[in-house]
């Protein structure tokens, strides 16, 4: 029994690092239509950038996180106002080649900067503290720091979108872009802001990945899937959405590794298989949002 | 200086020409309506003002200014607001929402949230409502308020009375000389003819693409604006 709860603990603060990567994918979706293909290489360039900024300023990779969710937000609103805007329209083949390329580039300008080595980051002592629950039942505090992270991210996403002219803003133009141009909203600078936004999330995923494991330069298109499966579950532009599909992707993966240690990854994918043939658009689809 | 004035204007949907050279202006405080059978380029006439179709910048001058081929949003800003045929209300959005965001890149102005809900006030107690789940005409009352939070010069209603039932067609009408009061000009496009000709101070009717009648509503004979409409 224990057991059991430690494999759905385990497998739901997984899901919290799931959220985290696929939190920009769902914004980036759910604002602009986009389907980012690079999505996952920013994660990994965001990583990249922490390992580059912790020895020279000598702090420690949380300190280094406002600075890197800066870099890449300023990053993102470049990339979507001088080649994404230029790739929006009828045609959804565009986006896709275009995002495909900056994800083969950035892989490749990570290879050639820092080699094919993989790298971490050192968070210290709290990598390995527990805290224990009694009887034989304890949590990591790094994955509780990254699942609360995860709810947190998506709870002040959701207030910025329900609560703030700026999230109104952000809906009308997802609505109908159009229509939201008649009200005076220059479109093209509300996708570079979701963009900005985005990236800025993808930050915190790339810092908090490179913590937990240690990446390579052409790590992204495997954190892209996993991103994209727990969007897809959630539900497409939905952001609860998204964190409970990061979730049901964590605890699948745990059960799975759990019945056998070759089934983990597996399991995740057969979860993710399993929500899209029964509910194609996902359990929590955005219509539903209100 | 008339708010609005076009001046020989030609558009385009791919080779097809909609226009053929409009003369078109709206004078400070004026209703204008605009008549003609569909396909006569009523709404394309809109979609230029409003820039949603490239317009030589000549070719449009608002309150003095050359517009033509400024992106939508930053011809909105200078005082042009308008009522998109079907409404296009945002259906993530609010009644209130839907409201707000008309306000949020407007100018200053007599109209708030208060004062749209004294010209429309069944839209007050719908105010948390999306959208899109009110009836048609309450719907369109939130698209004219929408528009008017922006406090316009100029308010382009296009069809606003089609699909809905006479007597809400009615009630919204009712709501123009409030709006005229406030000094904006408004040109209304419509399909109903008699409506049109009761609340414009001038009327234009349009035919394939040209103006094939301009001037005064009550100097017209129905066999003249027939004449006009049809062409035959």
């Not at chain 1, 399991?267 to 689809?285: D, E, K, T, W, Y």
Request: include cysteine; aromatic fraction near 8%; charged fraction near 15%.
């Amino acid at each position: 029994m224990e057991d059991w709860f430690n494999t759905l603990s385990q497998g739901l603060l997984l899901g919290g690092m799931y959220a985290l990567f696929a939190t920009g994918l769902s914004l980036s979706f759910g604002i602009m239509r986009l389907i980012n293909v690079a999505h996952g290489d920013l994660i990994v360039l965001a990583a990249f950038a922490a390992i580059a900024l912790v020895e020279p300023l000598a702090i420690g990779p949380i300190a280094a996180l406002p600075i890197v969710m800066l870099l890449m937000a300023g990053f993102g609103y470049l990339l979507q106002r001088l080649f994404l805007n230029r790739t929006l329209g009828d045609d959804p083949l565009r986006p896709l080649l275009v995002t495909f390329g900056f994800s083969i580039i950035i892989q490749n300008v990570l290879l050639e900067v820092f080699s094919a080595d993989m790298r971490g980051l050192d968070a210290g002592t709290i990598e390995t503290a527990s805290l224990p629950l009694g009887g034989d039942v304890a949590v990591g505090v790094y994955p509780l720091l990254v699942a609360a992270t995860a709810v947190s991210v998506i709870g002040a996403l959701q207030w910025l979108f329900y609560r703030t002219a700026l999230g109104r803003t952000f809906r009308a133009t997802s609505d109908d872009h159009r229509t939201a141009q008649l009200m005076g909203i220059d479109n093209r600078r509300v996708y570079a802001l979701a963009m900005a936004l985005a990236s800025a999330v993808v930050a915190i995923a790339g810092v908090y990945l490179a913590i937990r494991t240690s990446v390579g330069p052409s790590d992204g298109p495997q954190r892209l899937l996993c991103a994209f499966e727990a969007v897809a579950i959630g539900g497409l532009g939905s952001l609860w959405g998204t964190l409970s599909g990061g979730m049901i992707l964590g605890v699948a993966q745990a059960v799975g590794l759990k019945l056998d240690p070759g089934w983990g990854a597996v399991s995740g994918h057969l979860a993710f298989l399993l929500v899209v043939v029964l509910r194609p658009n996902g359990l929590f689809p955005k219509t539903r949002d209100r | 200086m008339n708010p609005l004035e076009v001046h020989d204007l030609h558009a385009y949907y791919g080779d097809f020409r909609a226009l053929h050279g409009i003369d078109f202006r709206v004078a400070a405080g004026e209703t204008v309506a605009v008549i003609g059978a569909n396909g006569a380029g009523k709404s394309t006439l809109l979609r230029t003002i409003t820039g949603l179709l490239p317009a030589p910048a000549g070719s449009v001058v608002f309150q003095g200014r050359p517009i033509g081929g400024l992106p939508p949003h930053a011809i909105v800003r200078l005082g042009i607001a308008m009522v998109p045929e079907g409404r296009c209300l945002f259906p993530s959005l609010s009644v209130e929402e839907n409201l707000l965001i008309g306000a949020q890149f407007g100018c200053r102005g007599p109209w708030n949230l208060a004062r749209i809900y004294r010209l429309f006030p069944a839209l007050e107690e719908k105010r948390a409502m999306p959208a899109t789940l009110l009836s048609g005409g309450q719907q369109q009352m939130t698209a004219i308020g929408r528009a008017l939070m922006s406090n316009p010069r100029l308010l382009l209603c296009d069809e606003v009375s089609l699909g809905l039932a006479p007597l809400v067609v009615r009630e919204i009408y009712a709501a123009m000389p409030l709006i005229k009061a406030e000094g904006a000009a408004v040109v209304v496009i419509e399909q109903d003819t008699g409506q049109a000709m009761r609340i414009a101070d001038r009327l234009y009717c349009l035919q394939e693409g040209r103006v094939a009648l301009e001037g005064a509503p009550r100097t017209f004979t129905p066999e003249r604006v027939s004449l006009a409409y049809f062409g035959v």
